[in-house]
């Protein structure tokens, strides 16, 4: 099983129900064969404090093989301080590997109007962590949608439903490696934000 752990931009805030890229990933597990069932835990809002608060539970009531996990971004839209949302983002990651599950990250980046210190900050965050436990990272996933008006919800924040197809070719070659290779992960698998360092 994989559980999905994240905010509003895997829980498809302003999305049709099953347009979401969550649920265009299980469509795609299925369709490709693999043995995969999965579980959408995101919830739109939610901060690494709560999904720290309600993993646990997730993971006894789930028991999942993968977790993919996409949180950290409400922290930054709130300028909360990166050591606790990295604290907390590493929490989960050694729950979730407690629990026998593979970890995929998946990062954000903030908008330039936080300051160049706090954006850089924020976007290494994943990285480190990823570097830290062996983690499969996916380092922005915004990656083909950011800065393109027509894939962007009129918030000026969430992608639209035209966008959930490339969120999911984001993760996807991240995530394939994990569906084919038994065993505890150990290995950095990445697909790198366009025009990002």
């Known amino acids: 099983m994989i559980l999905v752990f994240g905010d509003s931009l895997s829980a498809g805030y302003g999305v049709p129900p099953g347009h979401g890229w969550v649920d265009l990933l299980a469509r795609k597990i299925a369709q490709e064969g693999y043995d995969f069932r999965v579980v959408n835990a995101s919830v739109s809002g939610e901060t690494t404090e709560g999904g720290l608060a309600r993993l646990p539970r997730a993971l006894a009531m789930h028991a ?17 301080p990166l050591v606790q949302a990295q604290a907390n983002l590493e929490q989960m990651v050694t729950l979730s590997q407690a629990h026998g599950a593979r970890v995929l990250l998946i990062g954000m980046r903030m908008p330039p109007n936080y300051g160049e210190r706090y954006t850089s900050a924020f976007y290494a965050m994943y990285e480190e962590l990823a570097r830290r436990h062996g983690l499969a990272l996916v380092p922005f996933l915004m990656a083909a949608v950011a800065l393109k008006p027509g894939l962007i919800q009129a918030d000026g924040l969430h992608p639209n439903e035209r966008a959930q197809p490339l969120l999911l070719s984001t993760v996807w070659p991240v995530l394939q490696p994990l569906l084919d290779t038994p065993g505890r992960h150990t290995a950095q698998h990445r697909v790198h934000a366009l025009g990002a360092p």
């Open 64 to 80: 999942p093989r993968i977790v993919i996990l996409e949180l950290g971004a409400n922290d930054g839209l709130r300028g909360l």
